[in-house]
């Protein structure tokens, strides 16, 4: 079984195989059926930037224009998860106490990152282990399974994290996600096919890492919420299987009657 079960890395994503069952669904694509933000979340930044661009747009061609404008939401999102990944590869090296070099572009949230694993005297124990369900026909990959200290403790906890680099802090709904790595039936690393446990926790974190510091938000992952995230995977399943449940319309009756009407002639 397990020589058919792996992970696949391509970009910054990656793709799972199970038992031999390739594209098995990812704890993030589960997600997809959450609302997401409210519109005005893209509305506002769409219409701020043509306000704030306003001067250089308005002499470019309309087709142009209009092209930009529409985009630049979509712009700011690739630019912010670039921004994002690069973050979080770092963090994975300097966890398992490898020296990095730094790009100033990012530099303000790996010193965030820097004085948290100092602060929680942090451990690893794992880094972007692939975890596996069987039992929901799921995978993903978490950012870290570790131990720390939390200030003013002297004793140490069992972490499951997940760094965070979004412009607002964390929600509620990372819970989710977290719960679908915490309640997974095992884990295996690259390049090994052997299965593993996955590692038992006191406590979930998502620290958020910012430009000017960072801040730890324990979550409440629970059994419960494992099972809200399947009925989340329903919803998101649900709304992409709707689209095939329109039939054809039907035609309207005086047109049934002339078809009819010329079959009798015939």
Same mark, same amino acid.
């Given at each position: 079984?397990?020589?058919?079960?792996?992970?696949?890395?391509?970009?910054? %994503?990656?793709?799972?195989?199970?038992?031999?069952?390739?594209?098995?669904?990812?704890?993030?694509?589960?997600?997809?059926g959450?609302?997401g933000?409210?519109?005005?979340?893209?509305?506002?930044?769409?219409a701020g930037?043509?306000?704030?661009?306003?001067?250089?747009?308005?002499?470019l061609?309309?087709?142009?224009?209009?092209k930009?404008?529409?985009?630049a939401?979509?712009?700011r999102?690739?630019?912010?998860?670039?921004?994002?990944?690069a973050?979080?590869?770092?963090?994975?090296?300097?966890?398992?106490?490898?020296? +990095?070099?730094?790009?100033d572009?990012?530099r303000?949230?790996?010193?965030?990152?820097? !004085? =948290?694993?100092?602060?929680?005297?942090?451990e690893?124990?794992?880094?972007? #282990?692939?975890?596996?369900?069987?039992?929901?026909?799921?995978?993903?990959?978490?950012?870290?399974?570790?131990?720390?200290? +939390?200030p003013?403790?002297?004793?140490?906890?069992?972490?499951?994290?997940?760094?965070?680099?979004?412009?607002?802090? #964390?929600?509620?709904?990372?819970? =989710? !996600?977290?719960? %679908?790595?915490?309640?997974?039936d095992?884990?295996?690393?690259?390049?090994?096919?052997?299965e593993?446990?996955?590692p038992?926790?006191?406590?979930c974190?998502?620290?958020?890492?910012?430009?000017?510091s960072?801040?730890?938000?324990p979550?409440? +992952?629970? #059994?419960?919420?494992?099972? !809200?995230?399947?009925?989340?995977? !329903?919803?998101?399943?649900?709304?992409?299987?709707c689209?095939?449940?329109?039939?054809?319309?039907?035609?309207? #009756?005086?047109?049934?009657?002339?078809?009819?009407?010329?079959?009798?002639?015939?």
């Amino acid at each position: 079984m397990t020589a058919t079960t792996f992970r696949r890395k391509y970009g910054n %994503g990656h793709s799972y195989t199970l038992d031999g069952v390739p594209k098995v669904k990812g704890v993030t694509t589960m997600m997809k059926g959450l609302g997401g933000p409210p519109e005005s979340y893209f509305t506002e930044y769409t219409a701020g930037y043509a306000v704030d661009n306003w001067e250089r747009l308005s002499g470019l061609p309309v087709a142009e224009r209009l092209k930009e404008i529409a985009g630049a939401t979509k712009a700011r999102f690739k630019v912010a998860g670039a921004r994002g990944t690069a973050v979080h590869k770092l963090a994975e090296r300097l966890a398992a106490g490898e020296v +990095v070099e730094v790009p100033d572009s990012i530099r303000g949230r790996v010193d965030a990152c820097v !004085q =948290f694993l100092d602060d929680y005297q942090f451990e690893v124990d794992l880094i972007e #282990p692939a975890l596996f369900s069987r039992r929901h026909k799921y995978a993903g990959s978490a950012d870290f399974f570790g131990s720390a200290v +939390v200030p003013g403790s002297a004793s140490r906890v069992r972490v499951l994290g997940d760094w965070k680099t979004s412009a607002s802090g #964390p929600w509620g709904s990372m819970a =989710f !996600q977290l719960a %679908g790595y915490r309640y997974a039936d095992f884990y295996k690393l690259d390049g090994d096919d052997a299965e593993y446990p996955v590692p038992e926790v006191d406590e979930c974190w998502i620290i958020w890492i910012r430009d000017d510091s960072y801040d730890v938000a324990p979550m409440h +992952v629970t #059994p419960e919420v494992l099972r !809200q995230l399947l009925y989340i995977d !329903q919803c998101r399943i649900a709304d992409e299987e709707c689209r095939n449940y329109k039939l054809d319309t039907l035609p309207h #009756p005086e047109t049934v009657r002339k078809v009819r009407l010329v079959e009798v002639d015939a």
